[in-house]
């Protein structure tokens, strides 16, 4: 069995403790590492959690010009930024720098399957051309090669689209803000929040020379986004809105919405599962939304009991 590198010896820092960041943190707390994380808001401590799994947290924001002194002897870091507006990386202008000075064994960014642009619904993998598309994956793919030539141990995890407890579709099934849309030919990659945390945590326990520079972290099930509308309806006994045809519906889209259904890919995690040999949690989404379905409803009984 591989040592795991995120143990009790390591002092990890996780840049951006969002949705994925902050589920990172608290597996590498719960592996024993001390674990710092950066938000844009002050935090108030939870007094509920173990002392143990306590999680540091940092004020960082790169609007208001607010540049945490970094904690010493930082061995593990997780960067979650996206570029911002104008394409720059907060993490890259502000920390860069400090991290130079720090004694890293392993740096993981947080990248999106977007810079592979659109493969019209073909297989992609790590060695596929980048040609993004959208503005926001040109800016992304300049951030990343950044990271990559920094001289760091930097590892890029490309990102399909992230789901799991409170990102899935079930709260715009219940209040009927969801649509059923219907584009043929199209699919989209997803993964499961805890198999990105597992992906990473594996891909930091592997030696240093087994490490490659750019993995994808996409499910097995590359599909329509009807069929997994159709399952989280089915999950909640609840009826599917009327289906859409893209071309009719697409004028009333956003430019955010529309963006989403501009390329059309499916992302290959043979790199990751079959030569890194990580195992999926959730290789579809049918076993994901079911285990996200339980959380969310674990998590409101806590709620409601404490209320
Ligand atoms: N969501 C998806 O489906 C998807 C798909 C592919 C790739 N990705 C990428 O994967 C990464 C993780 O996604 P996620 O959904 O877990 O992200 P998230 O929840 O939005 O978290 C992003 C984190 O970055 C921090 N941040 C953003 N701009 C900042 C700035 N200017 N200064 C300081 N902190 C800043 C946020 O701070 P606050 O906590 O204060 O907000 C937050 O902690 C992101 O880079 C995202 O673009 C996401």
Known sequence: MTPRAVNPGARVLVVGGGYSGERFARAAAARGAQVWLTRRQARPVAEAEPAAQTLHWLHFDSGAAAIPALPEQLSHVLITLPPDAIGSDAALEH??????????????????????????????????????TLPRSQARLQ?????????????????????????????????????????????????????IVGALLHAADQPEGRRPSVINVSDDAPCPSSETLGYA???????????????????????MALSFWADNRRVSN?????????????????????????????????????G
């Open 270 to 306: 043979r790199l990751l599962c079959s030569e890194l040999g990580y195992r999926l949690r959730y290789p579809s989404y049918r076993e994901g939304f079911a285990a996200s379905l339980r959380e969310e409803q674990a998590r409101s009984t806590v709620v409601m009991e404490s």
């Open 233 to 255: 309806a089915h999950l909640l006994g609840c009826k599917l809105p009327e289906l859409r045809h893209f071309e009719a519906i697409a004028p009333e889209m956003s430019p």
């Open 143 to 195: 951030c990343e090669q950044r990271w990559l030539g920094s001289g760091l141990p930097v590892q890029s995890f490309r990102l399909p689209a992230i789901y799991g407890p409170g990102r899935c579709p079930f709260e715009q099934l219940r209040n009927g803000q969801a649509r059923l849309v219907h584009k043929p030919g199209q699919v989209f990659c997803r993964i499961h929040v805890d198999d």
């Open 95 to 132: 920390l860069l720098t400090p991290l130079r000075h720090q004694p890293l064994r392993w740096l993981g960014y947080l990248s999106t399957t977007g810079v592979y642009g659109d493969s019209q619904g073909a297989w992609v993998d790590e060695h596929s051309p980048t040609q993004p």
